[in-house]
Every structure is written in structure tokens, then in C-alpha cells.
T-cell receptor, first 113, second 115 residues
Framework: GNSVTQMEGPVTLSEEAFLTINCTYT??????LFWYVQYPGEGLQLLLK?????DKGSNKGFEATYRKETTSFHLEKGSVQVSDSAVYFC????????????FGTGTSLTVIP | DGGITQSPKYLFRKEGQNVTLSCEQN?????MYWYRQDPGQGLRLIYY???????QKGDIAEGYSVSREKKESFPLTVTSAQKNPTAFYLC??????????????FGPGTRLTVL
């Protein structure tokens, strides 16, 4: 079946630290992979996506590379800011499943000055 | 500006009452979705619709109902049969109709509290 396993939080980092949030997936075929960000009290915003193996999605300093050999899509940022404090969700959209999505459980990130 | 709107942002309901949450999109998307999010939890799919006048149950449909009479609108009714309705409700839409990978876009959410 299809599933996403995401690194448990919460994660607390100092400003300018390096961020990695791990995400691995199970899916048949070639799904699309996503990272969404949710700020307190708000909906989810699409942060980045990748649609095929070895693609790198990037946005606002965040990056993630679609690794089919390790079925992973880890989120990274070289230098986090206080404004990056939020909950991050990894998700996949499989092939041929009527447009359904599968979400990880979310990882809460707090960046302290 | 294209996007998804949900109203109201906060909603209070007495036990035993039905309540309807609004979701409207002007992205010309075929597919729409409703999710429930509990504190510190991930998203759980309630209902989804891939086309007007058609919808399917998600993982936690009991106690909820939906309609899809117009492409741009997908209201969710939380009925009195839903035992624990207090939660944050998120509506999403996607292009749909592809039968394959797609991208979902989310509204700002409605926080429902049952008093």
C-alpha cells in the first residue's frame, strides 16, 4: 500500500542551525512527493514538490531530493530562522489512485533566537 | 486572486446540533477534499469528490455528510451523530481527473468547537 513515515518531533534548533527532517515512503510506481508547511492556526501551504526520481524540489531555502533507491524525500535547510517555526508535513500522491494523498504525521519545528 | 476560502474561521456549536462548514475554490479544480486535524495530529481524510455530483467516503466519514452540486463548492456538514466533532477542519482542492499524481492546495481551515 501507500504510506509516509516522517521523523517524529518536536525539533528545537537555534537560529542559523542546519535542519533535516526525514521522510520515507512506500508506494508502487512513481508517486509525486511533497512537503507542506503549517503555521499555527492556518491551513497547509505547499512548500516544495518533486515529481520524478532524482528531482530536487526547492523553495525559500528549503530543499528535498526524490531518492527512489532509498524511498526517501528528506527536507533540508542550511540555516533556519525563527520564522521557520511551524509544522512540516511530508506527503505523496500515488499513481492511479483517484488523486488521493497520503500524509505523514507532521514534524513540529521550533527555532529559538 | 485564485484560491480556496473556508468560512467561518471559528465556529461554535451546541451538542446535538448539525453545522455546515463552507469551502469554495476559484481554481477551476475538479477534485475537492475535506480533512480533519486534531491537536498535534496529522490529517485524516473525511470525504473527497473528483467531479460534480459525485463523492466518496474517506477514512473517517461517519457522522459527516457532503454535497457537490457545483464545481467550486464542497460544503461539509458535521451532524449530531459525530461523537467528537471538536477539531480543525481543512478543505483542499486539486486539478484532478488525471488518475495519477496531483497537487493539493489548502484553505485556511475552520476551527469547530462543540460546547
Amino acid at each position: 500500500g501507500n504510506s509516509v513515515t516522517q521523523m517524529e518531533g518536536p525539533v528545537t534548533l537555534s537560529e542559523e542551525a542546519f535542519l533535516t527532517i526525514n521522510c520515507t515512503y512506500t508506494a508502487t510506481g512513481y508517486p509525486s512527493l511533497f512537503w507542506y508547511v503549517q503555521y499555527p492556526g492556518e491551513g497547509l501551504q505547499l512548500l516544495l514538490k518533486a515529481t520524478k526520481a532524482d528531482d530536487k524540489g526547492s523553495n525559500k531555502g528549503f530543499e528535498a531530493t526524490y531518492r527512489k533507491e532509498t524511498t526517501s524525500f528528506h527536507l533540508e535547510k542550511g540555516s533556519v530562522q525563527v520564522s521557520d517555526s511551524a509544522v512540516y508535513f511530508c506527503a505523496l500522491s500515488p499513481m492511479n489512485t483517484g488523486n488521493q494523498f497520503y500524509f505523514g504525521t507532521g514534524t513540529s519545528l521550533t527555532v529559538i533566537p | 486572486d485564485g484560491g480556496i476560502t473556508q468560512s467561518p474561521k471559528y465556529l461554535f456549536r451546541k451538542e446535538g446540533q448539525n453545522v455546515t462548514l463552507s469551502c469554495e475554490q476559484n481554481l477551476n479544480h475538479d477534485a475537492m477534499y475535506w480533512y480533519r486535524q486534531d491537536p498535534g495530529q496529522g490529517l485524516r481524510l473525511i470525504y473527497y469528490s473528483q467531479i460534480v455530483n459525485d463523492f466518496q467516503k474517506g477514512d473517517i466519514a461517519e457522522g459527516y455528510s457532503v454535497s457537490r452540486e457545483k464545481k467550486e463548492s464542497f460544503p461539509l456538514t458535521v451532524t449530531s451523530a459525530q461523537k467528537n466533532p471538536t477539531a480543525f477542519y481543512l478543505c483542499a482542492s486539486s486539478i484532478g481527473g488525471l488518475g495519477g499524481p496531483d497537487t493539493q492546495y489548502f484553505g485556511p481551515g475552520t476551527r469547530l468547537t462543540v460546547l
